[in-house]
């Protein structure tokens, strides 16, 4: 009987994934701290994308999910060299909440302002704080998927 392989983890953090939230809780506190003291704000634009709304494929560059998918698809690719449970946990989270932020990104070109301004204020005050959902909810809670996937089994 052959000797089974032994899992090793693939998947660490996307660095576009990092920027991307860590840019998102920047911003955010930035926003709040402005808009409380009647103060100027700036919307957040994603380094990689000119302002152009009609150059639909310059838009998706800032969220690309390119690094997230190559790990998950190398962790279940081949069966003789598998990843772990965990990295087709940590790759999902972070295609997905790319996928997400290009939605928002995309929505809030076409959401009425008197809508958005109603729901903004406190979203933006809890995600400009390390311990706000950007950070701890999905940075930190993807470090620590990559941390345990990458903890040798216990036999």
């Given amino acids: 009987m ?7 983890s693939k998947a660490d953090i996307d660095p576009n994934f990092e920027k991307r939230l860590r840019q998102i809780s920047k911003d955010a506190g930035a926003e709040y701290t402005n808009r409380k003291t009647g103060g100027q704000t700036t919307w957040m634009r994603p380094d ?3 302002g152009d709304l009609n150059k639909i ?3 998706e560059q800032p969220f690309m999910r390119t690094q997230a998918n190559d790990q998950g698809v190398a962790a279940i690719k081949d069966g003789t060299a598998p990843g ?9 989270i972070m295609i997905d909440y790319l996928a997400c932020m290009e939605r928002a990104f995309r929505m809030r070109h076409t959401m009425r302002r008197p809508r958005a301004m109603a729901h903004m204020l406190t979203r933006k005050m809890a995600h400009g704080q390390e ?3 950007v950070i701890q909810c999905a940075l930190e809670y993807a ?3 990559v941390k345990a996937a990458k ?3 216990k036999t």
């Fill in 151 to 153: 903890q040798k089994p």
């Fill in 57 to 59: 494929q310059e838009i």
């Fill in 131 to 133: 311990t706000g959902p």
């Fill in 143 to 145: 470090r620590n998927l």
């Fill in 84 to 92: 772990v449970s965990g990295d087709v946990v940590v790759t999902s």
């Fill in 2 to 8: 052959a000797t089974p392989p032994v899992p090793q």
């Fill in 48 to 50: 990689g994308w000119d």
